[in-house]
Structures are given as C-alpha cells and as structure tokens.
C-alpha cells in the first residue's frame, strides 16, 4: 500500500469537496474492494474520502418499495425481517454475497458503484427495475451499468440509496465462486408488474437484462419454458474461472434454478 | 538469509527393502488418482486433465 491522506467527511457536500479539492481522490464506503486493491498496489489513489460518517447513508425503509441506504451492510439487509418479508429474493441474495466478514463489511453502495462484473446487487437493481439515488439525481437501473467496472455515475458522484420495486415474486440463483463466492454467474428472476424480468450478473462485463430469457419466459413462469433455451456467449467473459461459453451455459442453468424456486 | 550449505543426514527405513519414506502428501496422493479414475469411469472417457473442475466435467460432457 502506498501512502494517502484520509479524510472522514460528515456530509455529502464535505465528501465531495474533499474529493475534487484532491489530486486522486476516492470514495471509501465499505471497502471490501478498495482496500485489497490498494493494499496490493493496483490502486494508488492520493486522498480516500470515507463515507461512514455521513448521517443518513445507512438504513432500510420499506413500503410500496424497498429503500436501502448506500451504507447498508449486507448482513442487515440478509437479517431484516422488512426486507425478507417484501422481497425474499433480496434478503436472500444479500445472505449469500462473499463471506460473514465481508458481509459485515461490504455495502450495498459500494458494491453498485463498483459495478464489479462479479458481484450479486447488480442483478437485484437491474431485474427489480431499481432507482439509484445519488446526491445529485436518479438513474434508472437499468441505466446504471455501463460495462465492466464503470456505472452511469459522474466523477464525485455519491450514490445515497437504492430504491427497489417490490415483485410479485422472484428468486436468484447463483453460481459461486467456491472461494471467494463471487458470482460466477447470478440469474434474478422477477415478476414484475405483470411482466417477467431476468437480470444477469456474473456472466457479461457488466450485469444485463437477458432478452431471450424473458421472451422464453413471458408465457409464464415455467421451468419447461426453458427447455432447449440456450444464451448467446458472444458477449460474455471468458477467464481462469469460466469460459464464455461455459458462463453462457449456467446462465440457462441458473434461470431454471430461479424459476424452479418460484414453481416450488 | 545467506545460503547455508551442510550435510544431508540419510537416515534409511528399516521397515521396508527400499528403505524410502513416505513425505508430505504421500498418504493423501492416492486419493487423486482414485477420484480421477471415478470420475472418467463416470464420464466414459479415457483421460481427463486435473482438475476436474465443474466446467472440465461439462466439456467431457458434451464431448
């Protein structure tokens, strides 16, 4: 790790002072991926900003839909009773996102803004047709991931919340990483305002709706429905973990996972 | 740390012709080749390159 200045703001607007009166400056939220990178010198930034001080950055609130703070660790959404009673599949994804310590850590705002092609959110926000909350605008979901580790985010802007609709239902299945859990590839599954919604992470550069799921599915939710349905490799990663065609193979295999929870 | 050559006691077996010892995996070693035999057997093909990862079993899979 290299030297940097850190600095703990108390309010959005000191955060973001902090960060463009800096040479390189980033933003700090949980962690769970700067600090490795940093530690192992991949990332060299001049002034971290760290966020946990700023009032109103961590909490759930649910009601005609589900608001999580962009501080939220994801152990308190995987344990809350609102969230899983509202949309199981959330909870559910959260519980399974790396490790305890990880999830004690790591925030759901983070993880967005990473934009990590491996992680599990992403998949929940584009699937759930979620609004991204930051200090200066909305982005819609399915706006926000633009390819790998880059989002619809501006230089210095602070995502606040994420605003998930809430489905008649919706399951995820996940292929992990049998040591990190990171998503080799994650599926999400929603019915969502009458309209089936699949939200793919893990497989392409960054997590996308896959059309032809939908259209398979868009009869009903049905794991026959996606008999001989295969997913188009073109796009997807290849690397030590998974070859695009491979990934595109659990992609087909993970939609039936999820679709067999909700006929379950 | 400076390189510190010295003499290499040999000290053999006396349970066995050879007088060689067993070392670091060789109790779990054969297991290896015992879950890579299972899984070609399963597969019904001759050879199969470790690891056998999941997508390694797809790929004889489909052959």
């Not at chain 2, 199969?48 to 999941?54: C, E, F």
Request: charged share 15%; net charge negative; hydrophobic share 45%.
């Amino acid at each position: 790790m290299y030297r940097f200045n850190y600095h703990k703001a108390s309010s959005l607007s000191e955060a973001s002072q902090l960060r463009s009166g800096a040479d390189d400056g980033v933003f700090l939220a949980g962690g769970m991926t700067l600090i490795p990178t940093m530690k192992q010198r991949l990332a060299a930034p001049t002034d971290v900003v760290d966020l946990a001080g700023i009032e109103g950055l961590n909490g759930i609130a649910v009601g005609d839909t589900v608001t999580i703070g962009a501080m939220t660790p994801h152990a308190d959404v995987a344990a809350s009773a609102a969230v899983r009673g509202a949309i199981p599949a959330l909870a559910d994804l959260a519980g399974r996102i790396g490790d305890a310590h990880v999830r004690n850590r790591g925030t759901i705002g983070g993880s967005i803004a990473n934009s990590d092609p491996a992680a599990d959110y992403p998949a929940a926000v584009v699937a759930l047709n979620a609004t991204v909350h930051t200090d200066r605008r909305d982005i819609a979901g399915g706006d926000f991931f633009v390819d790998l580790f880059e989002t619809a985010l501006e230089p210095g802007e602070i995502v606040t919340s994420v605003e998930f609709q809430i489905p008649a239902r919706a399951a995820y299945a996940k292929f992990p990483n049998p040591a990190s859990r990171y998503a080799i590839v994650g599926v999400m599954v929603a019915e969502l305002d009458g309209a089936v919604r699949v939200g793919v992470t893990g497989a392409g550069p960054c997590a996308f709706r896959s059309a032809g799921l939908e259209a398979a599915l868009a009869g009903g939710l049905s794991v026959a429905a996606l008999d001989g349905v295969s997913v188009p490799d073109g796009n997807l990663n290849s690397d030590m973990h998974a070859s695009a065609a491979y990934r595109a193979h659990l992609v087909a295999v993970m939609a039936r996972r999820a679709v067999g929870q909700l006929a379950g | 740390m400076p390189s510190s050559p010295g003499p290499t006691p040999v000290t053999p077996c006396t349970h066995n012709p050879l007088g060689v010892k067993g070392c670091g995996e060789a109790g779990a070693i054969g297991a290896t080749a015992a879950v890579m035999n299972a899984v070609t057997d399963a597969l019904g093909v001759k050879e199969l390159a470790m690891p056998a990862t999941s997508e390694t079993v797809w790929n004889a899979l489909r052959g």
